[in-house]
């Protein structure tokens, strides 16, 4: 066997492996970039709606999303780089299946959520992100009430709502 068929599969093994190192190389965890802040503050969200008090729900939830986060630490006061303050301005539910005996009765809601998300340079006072819309919603099934479906319901609404305002804040913009 000549000597160069025989170092054909060794060869074309390091050059695939040169290959996957070589396009590997550049990979970063995390999202990309670097945010204009380090720290975080998160002041209770601002419920104007009629929904049975997420406020206190949502910013907890967001909170706990956001250190999750390697690139931004969350305090307790307003001596971080940045605000994020959250307000809470539409509340909707809607039908989303009807029993098939009534179907003038729900047997299912779809309740929508949408927030305005501001976030605030607290060193310059520049407005980062000013009013940005966020919308979120849930299916609630009526088995034993709609007051228990929704209750049931609004954890798992305002932290789909928390997931997605966390994922405005660390993306770069």
């Keep these: 066997m000549p000597s160069s068929t025989r170092f054909r599969p060794i060869f074309l093994a390091v050059m695939a492996l040169m290959l996957l190192l070589g396009a590997c190389s550049h990979y970063q965890l995390g999202p990309p970039g670097e945010l204009p802040f380090r720290t975080l503050y998160v002041p209770p969200a601002i419920n104007r709606t009629y929904a049975p008090q997420p406020g206190a ?3 907890d939830q967001t909170i706990s999303d956001l ?8 305090v307790q006061n307003e001596q971080a780089n940045a605000t994020l303050s ?3 301005v539409e509340y909707e539910r809607s039908v989303g299946a009807t029993q098939s ?6 047997q299912s809601y779809i309740l929508t959520m949408v ?3 501001t ?3 607290n060193r310059t006072g520049e407005v980062l992100m000013e009013g940005r819309r966020v919308t979120a919603s849930q299916q609630a099934y009526v088995q034993g ?3 228990i479906a929704e209750y049931q319901a609004m954890p798992v609404l305002t932290r789909e709502m928390a997931r997605k305002i966390s994922n405005i ?3 770069v913009w």
């Design 57 to 59: 729900l949502l910013t």
């Design 67 to 74: 250190q999750g986060h390697s690139n931004v630490k969350i």
């Design 86 to 88: 959250i307000s809470i």
């Design 101 to 106: 005996q009534d179907t003038g009765l729900a």
């Design 115 to 117: 927030c305005l998300v």
């Design 119 to 121: 976030l605030t340079d």
């Design 145 to 147: 009430g709609f007051q």
């Design 169 to 171: 804040v660390v993306s």
